[in-house]
């Protein structure tokens, strides 16, 4: 990674996470992105963690609760102290 000073962010619309894992994992081993913004992600309680995971990356996201709904996610590299922030209430 170059010694370039600032925030490497990215955002993608990916239409469920899954089936967008392993370019995702290229992306990210190419662009090495401090965070990685995922919209659409369409994951639910069936979907072991293990499968999401990339390495060097935490994964932080909140889903709607089935995978007929999107959800967001972010990858935020491991070097970066961070705190999710989550409203008592989601407006629908």
């Known amino acids: 990674m170059s010694k370039q000073k600032g925030l490497k962010l990215a955002t993608l619309n990916v239409y469920s996470l899954l089936p967008s894992i392993d370019q995702l994992r290229i992306l990210l081993s190419k662009q090495p992105f401090i965070i990685l913004s995922i919209n ?16 060097g990356y935490t994964f932080e996201h909140y889903k709607r609760g089935s995978r007929h709904g999107g959800g967001v996610g972010l990858y935020i590299r491991d070097n970066v102290n961070h705190e999710i922030y989550k409203q008592d209430s989601v407006i629908e």
């Open 40 to 55: 659409e992600i369409f994951l639910d309680s069936t979907i072991p963690t293990s499968l999401i995971i990339i390495d």
